[in-house]
């Protein structure tokens, strides 16, 4: 019998924090946007369109590292402050290779790391 795969991750437009919920203790990955403010500004100075374009392709690949990791996964909760985790989901919507995982999209507020794992053993033990 195969297990079952859950993971948690508490999202904005900058970081990603990804807890696989398990029996024992959970831990935490960090996924990471390149586009810092220092990339912002520099990019900035040259052209607002650049800059534009600059932070869009950021914002997919980081997407595209957050689809990878759900890739592996059966259920997975998107959670946390922004938007970024309905974006995302929108993406993965759009894409057959995760028509077979359920999930899911609440919003919540910024956490610690213990609130974070707290919010995935609580909706993962319903």
């Known amino acids: 019998m195969k297990t079952e795969n859950k ?61 990878d990791v759900i890739k592996n996964y059966q259920e997975v909760l998107l959670f946390g402050p922004t938007d970024a985790k309905v974006e995302l989901l929108n993406i993965l919507k759009a894409d057959h290779h995760f028509e077979n995982i359920k999930i899911e999209c609440v919003d919540a507020d910024k956490m610690t790391e213990n609130q974070q794992h707290a919010f995935v053993r609580e909706h993962f033990s319903k």
């Open 7 to 67: 993971l948690g991750i508490w999202m904005d437009h900058a970081n990603a924090h990804l807890m696989e919920f398990t029996a024992d203790t959970i831990e935490t990955k960090t996924v990471a946007t390149h586009f810092t403010h220092q990339v912002k500004e520099d990019t900035l100075k040259k052209s607002e369109i650049l800059m534009h374009n600059k932070e869009q392709h950021e914002q997919l690949d980081y997407y595209k590292k957050l689809s």
